[in-house]
T-cell receptor
Framework: GQNIDQPTEMTATEGAIVQINCTYQ??????LFWYQQHAGEAPTFLSY??LDGLEEKGRFSSFLSRSKGYSYLLLKELQMKDSASYLC??????????WGAGTKLIIKP | ETGVTQTPRHLVMGMTNKKSLKCEQH?????MYWYKQSAKKPLELMFV???????ENNSVPSRFSPECPNSSHLFLHLHTLQPEDSALYLC?????????????FGPGTRLTVL
């Protein structure tokens, strides 16, 4: 079966750095997405990785290792507004998105 | 502003009611999706429409009935639902054929079935 694993909840301090991990087992791979979802709002696109390595976009970076079936989302200089759920999703061989359950990130002052 | 709107935002219905959820996308996309989001569970893909044709139906019970009259509008008709159908229902759209098919989501309809 297809599976995406990510931690259920993480807590971090304002101004710090946090890394949210995602591991996947899917039938084929055509890229990995990270989405951010604030409570009661729509998920919004953060990043897409299809090649190994690190993609940096401001305070957010996303890393992919296809051989290990592993990705992480790195958030730097955390702000209170970063409190949200972070969803990992993989595009499988049929170009269907397989979603993780999301990681709820709590930022404390 | 994501360019995808959904109405209503909240809906409470009894098990014998019939209601419809509406989604509209203003992005010129050719694919639209219905997802179910339950607490602490992955997003569940329910239906996919590509160029108004249904291409996916992931074993969804017949009490959920989708309708896609054109590439900008998507409906989900609900009847004789069960309490376990209470969830957030998200609509999304994308442009098939793009390099990585980013999906744009609406704000969702919070459905409660009594």
């Amino acid at each position: 079966g297809q599976n995406i694993d990510q931690p259920t909840e993480m807590t971090a301090t304002e101004g710090a750095i946090v890394q949210i991990n995602c591991t996947y087992q899917t039938s084929g791979f055509n890229g990995l997405f990270w989405y951010q979802q604030h409570a009661g709002e729509a998920p919004t696109f953060l990043s897409y990785n299809v090649l190994d390595g690190l993609e940096e976009k401001g305070r957010f970076s996303s890393f992919l290792s296809r051989s290990k079936g592993y990705s992480y989302l790195l958030l730097k200089e955390l702000q209170m507004k970063d409190s949200a759920s972070y969803l990992c999703a993989v595009l499988d061989s049929n170009y269907q998105l397989i979603w993780g359950a999301g990681t709820k990130l709590i930022i404390k002052p | 502003e994501t360019g995808v709107t959904q109405t209503p935002r909240h809906l409470v219905m009894g098990m014998t009611n019939k209601k419809s959820l509406k989604c509209e996308q203003h992005l010129g996309h050719n694919a639209m999706y219905w997802y179910k989001q339950s607490a602490k569970k992955p997003l569940e893909l329910m239906f996919v429409y590509n160029f108004k044709e249904q291409t996916e139906n992931n074993s969804v019970p017949s009490r959920f009935s989708p309708e896609c009259p054109n590439s900008s509008h998507l409906f989900l008709h609900l009847h004789t639902l069960q309490p376990e159908d209470s969830a957030l229902y998200l609509c999304a759209s994308s442009q098939e054929g793009e390099s990585y098919n980013e999906q744009f989501f609406g704000p969702g309809t919070r459905l409660t079935v009594l």
